[in-house]
Nanobody, 115 residues
Framework: QVRLVESGGGLVQPGGSLRLSCVAS????????PGWYRQAPGKEREFVARISNTGSTNYASSVKGRFTISRDNAKNSVYLQMNSLKPEDTAVYYCSMSSYGRPYWGQGTQVTVSS
């Protein structure tokens, strides 16, 4: 019943920007704190950013100052604005939410940073 659907990935040049979106359904989105994770080939999935139900944010050190997470409760959506993209940002990006200790994941959206 719970679904998270990411979109907005694509190919971008180094230094460019992308805005990822994640739309949630089947869950009371407004009371949860969704986050973004990413996974590059051959690497473990890693934390990128999170935003609480009150709007408090946390970022991985690797993206701090470049990425901004935000949410729109009216649209059941969480966003990741990605600026100053680097090749090492290339990965599949996933949004995630946890409800009572149970994690939910989207299908992922591919971000490729290359010239």
């Amino acid at each position: 019943q719970v679904r998270l659907v990411e979109s907005g990935g694509g190919l971008v040049q180094p230094g460019g920007s992308l805005r990822l979106s994640c739309v949630a359904s089947g869950i009371d989105f407004s009371i949860y704190g969704p986050g973004w994770y990413r996974q590059a080939p051959g690497k473990e999935r890693e934390f990128v950013a999170r935003i609480s139900n009150t709007g408090s944010t946390n970022y991985a050190s690797s993206v701090k100052g470049r990425f901004t997470i935000s949410r729109d409760n009216a649209k059941n959506s969480v966003y990741l604005q990605m600026n100053s993209l680097k090749p090492e940002d290339t990965a599949v990006y996933y949004c995630s939410m946890s409800s009572y200790g149970r994690p939910y994941w989207g299908q992922g959206t591919q971000v490729t940073v290359s010239s």
